[in-house]
């Protein structure tokens, strides 16, 4: 299973020159994170399995389609911090450090061609 992240072209009116690529949490249930959210979107209904040939026709129509978004960038701590084996179980992880990502809130529907 692949995780879909989102491309920033555009902040507010501003272009983005560099290269934003963000991953992100929706809250509209309109915007796909993985294949199985993709295929429950494009077929209105869930799926136990996904085969790659179904993957790929699905990612052929949709990744890479603009939207306009209402979001704010938030992050969170994740992996295990410095002397988390002093009080767990060694466990396998990340290291500890911050990471950012995008809550979507709203797909703006476009008005016109220019959107």
């Known amino acids: 299973m692949s995780t879909f992240l989102l491309k920033i072209i555009r902040i507010e009116d501003s272009v983005i020159n560099d290269t934003l690529i963000l991953p992100f949490k929706d ?3 309109e915007l ?3 294949d199985f959210e993709l295929y429950e ?3 209105n209904k869930p799926t136990g399995s996904l085969s790659s040939d179904v993957i790929d026709s699905m990612k052929r129509n949709y990744v890479g389609k603009r939207f306009r978004i209402a979001a704010y960038e938030t992050g969170e701590f994740a992996g ?3 002397g988390y084996e002093e009080y767990q179980d060694t466990k396998a992880g990340q290291d500890f450090h911050f990471r ?5 809130i709203g ?3 476009k008005n016109n061609a220019s959107d």
């Open 27 to 29: 809250e509209t249930d």
């Open 32 to 34: 796909p994170s993985d």
């Open 41 to 43: 979107l494009l077929h």
């Open 80 to 82: 295990l911090p410095d």
């Open 100 to 104: 950012n990502y995008l809550t979507v």
């Open 107 to 109: 797909i703006i529907k």
